[in-house]
């Protein structure tokens, strides 16, 4: 079974293209539709035998001075993508470390992403500069490193935001390639580091709701068409790392 959370193994997918809708949910609601959907789904193995059966996101987002990702994405063009060094805890350690870009294409989502070796660096003194080197250094070769030593220097790309959250994960029983994610607890932090320490300051975003994900390959199935209606879901076009930047002061979607 491929995950995105399989970290320590080859089997993590570094590349797909996808459908994803999002919807966001109350708490009364998202426990409504977790328990209606038990009967379709099962935890990620991944996650089945951890504590809550969850695990953390961390992404440290890339921009350029004018924010022309955040725009992009607030304008809704139909391509556009933004790069990301992403992992899977809050404290260094061991836990991979990946360059990704991710975007869309028309209707499509699509992920790319090469590893990043930690090469005994202390990840948590890098920032900015420092930090764009020590990728540019340290990630395997590939379009992604390719993608991004371009845009670092054509774009003049910097790291802008930390979005942190915890993710718990659902696979179908019945349709291959269906996965479900409960995004919760999420936060955005003002650094220029993917290891701030605890003098950071992060700030809530969308406190007490949830963000749910839907990912799929072809077409969603039947059953949850019959949950989306149920509990009237709508869905809707939100960005983590653009509600970030907005809760954080940084950009704002001007009416």
């Known amino acids: 079974m491929q995950t995105e959370a399989t970290t320590h193994d080859e089997h993590s997918p570094l590349h797909f293209a996808r459908f994803e809708f999002k919807y966001i949910l109350n708490k009364k609601k998202r426990t409504e539709v977790e328990q209606a959907l038990q009967f379709f789904l099962q935890y990620d193995p991944f996650v089945a035998q951890q504590p809550e059966h969850k695990y953390v996101v961390r992404s440290l987002y890339f921009d350029d001075p004018e924010y022309t990702a955040f725009y992009d994405k607030i304008e809704g063009l139909h391509s556009r993508s933004k790069f990301r060094l992403r992992t899977y805890s809050s404290e260094q350690s061991d836990v991979p470390l ?3 870009i991710k975007g869309r294409h028309n209707n499509l989502v699509f992920k790319h992403r090469t590893p990043v070796a930690r090469k005994g660096k202390d990840w948590a ?18 379009p992604v490193l390719d993608q991004f030593e371009y845009a670092l220097y054509r774009k003049n790309l910097k790291p802008v935001a930390l979005i942190d959250y915890k993710r718990r994960p ?16 999420l936060s955005a932090t003002h650094v220029h580091t993917l290891y701030p320490g605890s003098a950071s300051r992060p700030i809530k975003i969308l406190a007490g709701y949830t ?8 077409h969603m199935p039947s059953w949850f068409h019959r949950i989306i209606q149920t509990h009237e879901l709508g869905r809707v076009s ?18």
């Open 238 to 255: 939100v960005s983590k790392i653009c509600k970030g930047m907005e809760v954080l002061g940084l950009a704002e979607d001007e009416p």
């Open 125 to 142: 003194q890098l920032s900015d500069d420092n930090l764009a080197r020590a990728i540019l250094e340290c990630a395997e070769k590939s």
């Open 170 to 185: 659902y696979v179908s029983k019945y349709d291959a390639g269906f996965r479900l994610t409960f995004d919760e607890q």
């Open 211 to 218: 963000v749910l994900e839907v990912k799929f390959h072809h």
């Open 98 to 100: 990946y360059l990704e």
